[in-house]
């Protein structure tokens, strides 16, 4: 299985604060990459496809980047509503696989 | 706005059969993928497995001797069956389409929480 590393695994951050969270894959996924956003008790929303494509209805807040294995979801500037875990999936090789998430937490 | 939602037992004992069902409405059944995926207490995300609309089937190997996904159209509905469960098994299962393409989720279900405990 293709194994996906998210970093951090939690980051602390204030309403307008830029965030990085980067996903590496363990081997090269062609930018078949999605990004998810969870909050407590929820299922996953799809932010992100194909490494940097904006789903309809997605802030322009978020974007995408990279390729390869080595790709970042930014928020540009962050909303009480983006506190949140999010996770990369990789959609090159089944089975598809997350990363283990990131935990946006407010400072 | 397609909707989904899963229903089934939310405990199951110890070596028996986990069977749950998730029914759509809102839409119908067309040419999307139709997945099952899981997230233990408190852990990360695991995509157990998808049926494509033909009937076609792709598990996750770590579980691949265990389940099985089906398809009834008439219906609307998918389901998922995994059998001789255990402790490790015990999730929030949620059912889930990728109708767009097939590689990411459009649409999921709330979820459901499975206990595995005598």
């Known amino acids: 299985d293709i194994q996906m590393t998210q970093s951090p695994s939690s980051v602390s951050a204030s309403v307008g604060d830029r965030v990085i969270i980067t996903c590496r894959a363990s081997?090269?996924?062609?930018?078949?990459l999605a990004w998810y956003q969870q909050k407590p008790g929820k299922a996953p929303t799809l932010l992100i496809y194909?490494?940097?494509t904006l789903q309809s209805g997605v802030p322009s807040r978020f974007s995408g980047s990279g390729s390869g294995t080595d790709f970042t979801l930014t928020i540009s500037s962050l909303q009480p509503e983006d506190f949140a875990t999010y996770y990369c999936?990789?959609?090159?090789?089944?089975?598809?696989?997350f990363g283990q998430g990131t935990k946006v937490e407010i400072k | 706005q397609v909707q989904l939602q899963e229903s089934g037992p939310g405990l199951v004992k110890p070596s028996e059969t986990l069977s749950l069902t998730c029914t759509v409405s809102g839409g119908s059944i067309g040419s999307d993928y139709w997945n099952w995926i899981r997230q233990p207490p408190g852990k990360g995300l695991e995509w157990i497995g998808s049926?494509?609309?033909?009937?076609?089937?792709k598990y996750n190997p770590s579980l691949k001797s265990r389940v099985t996904i089906s398809l009834d159209t008439s219906k609307n509905q998918f389901a998922l069956t995994l059998t001789s469960v255990n402790a490790a098994d015990t999730a929030v299962y949620y059912c889930?389409?990728?109708?767009?393409?097939?590689?990411?989720?459009?649409?999921w279900g709330q979820g459901t929480l499975v206990t595995v405990s005598s």
């Open positions: 194909s490494a940097s």
């Open positions: 889930a389409i990728s109708a767009a393409r097939p590689r990411e989720i459009d649409y």
């Open positions: 049926i494509y609309y033909t009937g076609s089937t």
């Open positions: 999936q990789q959609g090159n090789t089944f089975p598809y696989t």
């Open positions: 081997q090269g996924i062609n930018n078949w």
